[in-house]
């Protein structure tokens, strides 16, 4: 892949905080503190960037130094102490803070132990009509220890399964912090998953508990589920109890419990005790290629991973208000929860994030008085091209940050932000992945922020670019590695006894290293560039070229709504790269459009990035959680069967998947002179 290219001046940053905003971060007043108590390096007010830079340098390099500090300055309590930080750092296989107990849950709802604050709102959640309820600390407290008292009438102990369907709303926040407090583990899926996408998860993992609702609202519709849950329950033999949440008003189906019996009763908060590996949850991949993978996460793991990134990060503190658009099915869901653990209140909104309108989202921000600000690239990118006005049709003056994930935001959607929203406003773009529930990069709230650059690697995570060789590389792309173990990285895969498919997923190339399949560029100045993912590398006369940048340029076209790029190796030894591209309502696909999309990579990137054809497709298949198809794509094209390049449960639309296997059957048949 080629090198970033060099810059003959230094950039100039989009924005960067004041001296002020930078001295009230907790991140400032983290590295004060702990160049105190743990002999970590000063920071000086005059020179962020180097504050910044020897704080990450010591937290990697003196890890036990580090996590330590992060566990006393956000007060986790340890019922029984550990014996030391990190009693194995190889990976896989890390071994943290063993001998430690604690209670995931019991962290998540400590404030409503706070009499000044528990009456204050822990949840505020609202859906497409826009009536927001408020749940507060006190209540939120209550309906989880009640839930917990029957779950474990229910028979659940620590270790078993508890399942939901459900959207993001206040009773998913419920259920799994109940679940979390009894010490059982938490899988969900979001109710737009079809029976075969869920089963697919849940048949994985056994649940003895299953949530269900009836149904959701979704594009100002009613979209009831009682036939999908029907047969949840008949394919799910392990569920000894289903817990109705009746969203649509529907009555409780027979031999189901109803929600509001279980969440009303007055029972004192109990947590168990947990060692600090013991399961929180189950995440899964994509699974665009056959089952997805069970990621076990730890309940000691994530809460000091997600305590560091709430606080330290994304500087959230008792006074926000922290909305992220997701559901139950993508990582950001859990996310989202972890902003309770630094007492913010967190808004859940149940709905689509373009309904009435493509501003829907900044709608919510501001009936909400959202402080930080949470989306997907692809949203912003959408607002961008349809002309949305957030800073001038909302009052967003409570928004004091926008981070994005999901995608590489392209340099044009840092510009709308700034542009469109607000001047002032801290953009923290993100990268992480469902694999660890968290960002290896990201935001840090006393840093400048660089247009299409994320502004650095996160406290604790020993981000590196390595070429092929295995060699670290500066201002030139490379597959991002993590050379040192997270807490939050999986203890294991759900029924991977040995753990070949969990080595098999990230240590297969760089044995003991973490290798995450993005490429990436560590900028001398200390930045991160995100370029697509590596497992589907276009590779053309050996130079490496990520999609993410094809994409960027081309969807910056307003007759391209959105695109795909496939790099297919052939038999013959040739290599064919096409560009998919489904336009804009008004758009048609003639010679001048193909020569301008040409002309534009050409100009941008270089003519190698210049695909081989420009084909027009009724649309471009995305995962489950909105994420672009590109391997099952290029399997597809290279002739593997439909039923063989992609597993149908994880895809949102199979047939536009059949388009691409039509496309290829019908090149197979001219390549052989048979076709017509």
Request: net charge negative; glycine share 10%.
């Amino acid at each position: 892949m080629s090198s970033a290219p060099p810059s003959s001046q230094a950039p100039q940053p989009l924005w960067s905080p004041d001296p002020d905003r930078i001295a009230r971060t907790q991140l400032t007043r983290f590295q004060t503190w702990a160049a105190d108590a743990h002999a970590a390096p000063a920071g000086d007010p005059a020179d962020p960037l180097a504050s910044y830079r020897s704080l990450h340098s010591w937290s990697v390099r003196e890890p036990e130094a580090f996590w330590t500090a992060v566990t006393e300055w956000t007060g986790v309590r340890f019922s029984t102490p550990y014996e030391r930080v990190l009693a194995d750092a190889s990976m896989p296989g890390a071994q943290w803070f063993p001998g430690a107990t604690l209670n995931y849950a019991e962290h998540a709802l400590r404030t409503a132990d706070d009499p000044a604050r528990a009456d204050g709102p822990a949840l505020l959640s609202l859906d497409e009509r826009h009536e927001i309820h408020e749940t507060s600390w006190r209540e939120l407290r209550r309906q989880v220890a009640s839930l917990a008292a029957h779950l474990r009438e229910l028979g659940v102990t620590p270790g078993d399964r508890v399942s939901a369907y459900v959207p993001n709303v206040p009773q998913a926040v419920v259920a799994l912090l109940a679940t979390a407090a009894v010490g059982g583990v938490w899988t969900s899926c979001a109710p737009d998953f079809g029976a075969r996408g869920v089963l697919d998860r849940f048949q994985q993992v056994e649940p003895v508990v299953l949530f269900a609702v009836d149904g959701y609202r979704y594009g100002g519709k009613e979209h009831h589920r009682s036939d999908v849950v029907a047969e949840l329950r008949r394919e799910l033999p392990t569920v000894r109890s289903v817990v109705h949440i009746p969203l649509l008003g529907t009555a409780a189906p027979d031999g189901t419990l109803d929600w509001d019996e279980l969440v009303s009763g007055d029972a004192e908060p109990s947590y168990e005790q947990v060692p600090f590996d013991h399961p929180l949850w189950v995440l899964y991949s994509s699974g665009t290629t056959g089952l997805p993978k069970a990621i076990v996460q730890s309940q000691g793991g994530i809460l000091v991973e997600h305590l560091k990134q709430v606080s330290l990060h994304l500087d959230l503190g008792p006074e926000d208000r922290f909305f992220w658009y997701t559901s139950t099915g993508w990582m950001m869901w859990n996310f989202l929860v972890a902003g309770l653990l630094g007492g913010t209140t967190i808004v859940l909104y149940d709905g689509s994030p373009g309904f009435p309108d493509t501003g829907a989202q900044w709608s919510v921000a501001e009936r909400t008085g959202t402080t930080v600000f949470g989306t997907s690239a692809a949203y912003v990118m959408a607002c961008r091209k349809a002309g949305v006005e957030p800073g001038r049709d909302h009052d967003l003056s409570a928004v004091r940050c926008v981070a994005t994930t999901g995608s590489p935001l392209p340099p044009d959607g840092f510009r709308w932000v700034h542009d469109h929203v607000k001047a002032d406003l801290w953009l923290a773009s993100v990268s992480g992945g469902t694999d660890v529930c968290s960002c290896f990069a990201g935001g840090i709230p006393t840093l400048p922020v660089y247009i299409g650059e994320l502004q650095g690697p996160c406290l604790g995570t020993d981000l590196q670019a390595w070429d092929a060789g295995g060699k670290p590389v500066v201002d030139e792309v490379g597959e991002l590695v993590v050379t040192a173990p997270l807490p939050s990285m999986p203890i294991r895969f759900w029924n991977d006894p040995d753990g070949v498919r969990y080595r098999e997923s990230y240590f297969e190339m760089f044995p003991g290293v973490w290798r995450h399949g993005d490429w990436i560029t560590l900028t001398s100045r200390g930045t991160v560039i995100i370029h697509g993912r590596s497992d589907s590398t276009l590779n053309r006369q050996g130079v490496r070229m990520g999609s993410a940048d094809i994409y960027e340029v081309v969807e910056r076209l307003p007759e391209i709504r959105e695109s795909l790029v496939i790099g297919v190796e052939q038999p013959d030894g040739g290599y064919w790269m096409p560009l998919f591209v489904r336009l804009a309502d008004d758009a048609t696909l003639d010679d001048a459009l193909r020569d301008k999309v040409k002309a534009a990579i050409k100009a941008e990137l270089s003519p190698r990035h210049v695909p081989d054809e420009i084909i027009e497709v009724p649309g471009v298949p995305h995962t489950l959680t909105g994420k672009r198809i590109e391997v099952p794509v290029k399997r597809l094209l290279q002739g593997t069967p439909l039923d063989k390049a992609v597993n149908p449960g994880s895809v949102d639309d199979i047939g536009l998947l059949r388009f691409y296997e039509e496309l290829a059957t019908r090149r197979t048949l001219r390549g052989s002179g048979t076709e017509g």
